[in-house]
């Protein structure tokens, strides 16, 4: 294989979760450009369509939309069970789909509710259990990426903060990153015995339509001086865990931050 069909997804099948918007929507948009069929999933069906209909057009790959609340066994059963029947195969799984609350209003963590301490852990436990035991252990192969994030990674600088209305990243969206990163590792051990390889791509700061003062704040933390940029910097990274390019690599988490973690 030459150095361009190493990254080629042609007759692959991706499932995205999450896959409606943001870095998840980038994400699915570069596997179907890389060939691949895609699945991708939101709360809101109607975003998951328009989502869906972008896409198609743009790549000509066949990609359904799909509603699922992954904190909900029930939904992801039915979800896993809806690719299938469509494409009859799932080789590559994006654990995207998470949910961050970041208002002053619910910041702190002596007023953090326990309902929420898991829920950006619970879906990437819940998808990865369904797609390995109804697709990729049958089939003995198959590759996944899980979402983490340098917050999982890192304590935060809160002076980011100041100034702006954003209240940052809650402390059980810290510990669910962490543990998502943690538990790459040991899926990776455990399901290599099945071609299945786990990887993890931790992001920092994407700039999504941020203020002047908080890009500011945020990009003096970054050895690169900015924020990534939506729709182009997440890409490659999902491309190439998600290719044959990176056959020899499982149980890894990619920071994409601008050396955020390398201060």
Same mark, same amino acid.
């Given at each position: ?12 099948? *991706? ?32 975003? *998951? ?6 896409? +198609? ?14 904190? =909900?066994? &029930? ?21 995207? *789909? ?12 002596? &007023? ?23 697709? !990729? ?48 590792? &040991? !899926?990776?051990?455990?399901? +290599? ?20 003062? =908080? ?8 050895? !690169?001086?900015? !924020? ?8 490659? +990274? ?5 290719? &044959? *390019? ?18």
């Amino acid at each position: 294989m030459n150095v361009m069909e190493l990254f080629d997804l042609s007759g692959k099948v *991706a499932l995205v979760t999450g896959g409606a918007r943001n870095l998840g929507y980038d994400i699915a948009l570069a596997l179907a450009e890389a060939g691949a069929d895609v699945a991708i999933t939101s709360r809101n069906l109607e975003d *998951a369509r328009k989502s869906a209909g972008s896409i +198609a057009q743009a790549t000509g790959r066949k990609v359904l939309a799909l509603p699922c609340d992954v904190r =909900f066994e &029930e939904q992801v059963q039915t979800m896993v069970d809806a690719v299938l029947a469509e494409f009859g195969r799932i080789d590559i799984l994006v654990n995207n *789909a998470g949910n961050v609350v970041s208002t002053p209003q619910n910041k702190p963590l002596e &007023e953090r509710p326990l309902e929420q301490w898991d829920v950006n852990l619970r879906g990437v436990f819940l998808c990865t259990k369904h797609v390995v035991a109804k697709a !990729m252990k049958p089939a003995r192969q198959g590759t996944i990426i899980h979402l983490g994030s340098v917050a999982g990674m890192l304590g935060k600088d809160h002076r980011v903060y100041r100034d702006t209305t954003m209240g940052g990243v809650t402390i059980d969206y810290v510990a669910a990153k962490g543990g998502v990163i943690s538990m790459t590792r &040991e !899926m990776a051990c455990w399901l +290599a015995q099945y071609n299945i390889r786990v990887n993890c791509i931790s992001p920092g700061g994407f700039w999504r339509n941020h203020t002047e003062t =908080f890009t500011r704040q945020y990009s003096d933390l970054v050895p !690169m001086g900015r !924020m990534g940029q939506d729709g182009k910097e997440i890409k490659g +990274a999902a491309l190439f865990l998600a290719s &044959e *390019a990176s056959s020899y690599v499982t149980g890894i988490n990619l920071p994409v931050d601008g050396g955020m973690s390398a201060w």
